[in-house]
């Protein structure tokens, strides 16, 4: 995948509340990677191997990164998801198609990623191992309204009932989720993550995530999302944001108004190696 391998390159539950602007983060120095558009086929497991590696170096005293990336066709599954008694089975018949399948080490549910879904996560050092979760999901989620104000103004954050992946902070416009946040921790960092759903149709993605929870769950008739119409939808539906480059510029303008000694440049480079065998034992750990 086209991650920097030895590279020089560079609320409350179901209540719904606006999201103020808060850009008194004690965080001022960050790292922004954004990774190219990753090729069909391509491990999705790895773009989270390659966190997993970063959180430790961050841990270690490397700067916060801030990692952008999108996969053109990829499942990817929840660790309760993965527990559904034919989800093994369906996962299978995805990656027969051509789908790239993982489950991912982070909190949160099924989520498809196609090249308009824009994934972003915050790897951050925890060094007190002090973090505050609520506070760094307030925090991600704020940005990731700030980063919509081009063309509107009306995100807010609180559980969409029915809709996938679902959260305290998801984050919707008129009552259609666009947006949903996770987070992983190791010892001495931990990652927010977020996937926003920028082009194509939200109904589209509910449909197939409704089809897997169908095929993994056997006979089972709870104990797994509900996801229903009429919950999802992409920014360009609610918003009229053009692209999926165009909400990731401001994304990455927002990061650098927020964090003001935000750099572009060189990220650490990372051992090719090291993210794959890193993958494989978080395929055998998760998978």
Known sequence: MSVPFNSEQPGQSGAVQPIPSDPSSGLHRLQIWETPLL???SSVLEAFA???VMCR???EGHLPVAHIWRHPDAFVAGLRDRRLPEAVEAMERMRRRGTAVCVRPSGGAAVPLHPGVVNVSLILPNPGRAINIHDDFREMASLIAESLTPW????QTGEIEGAFCP????VSVGGLKFCGIAQRRQAKAYIITAFIIVE????????DVRKFYQDAAGDL????PDVRPGTMASLQELAGVPSAAAYTASLVRTL???????ETGRVLSLDRETVRQTAEQMKLRYD
Request: glycine letters at 16%; proline letters at 3%; aromatic letters at 12%.
């Open 39 to 41: 090729r069909h086929g």
């Open 167 to 170: 959260g305290d902070y998801d």
């Open 256 to 262: 650098r108004n927020r964090y003001p000694l935000a």
């Open 221 to 224: 008739k709870e104990g797994y």
């Open 50 to 52: 390659w966190e997993e």
């Open 152 to 155: 509107s103004t009306k995100a």
């Open 200 to 207: 194509g149709h939200g109904d589209k993605l509910a449909a």
């Open 57 to 59: 170096r961050v841990g």
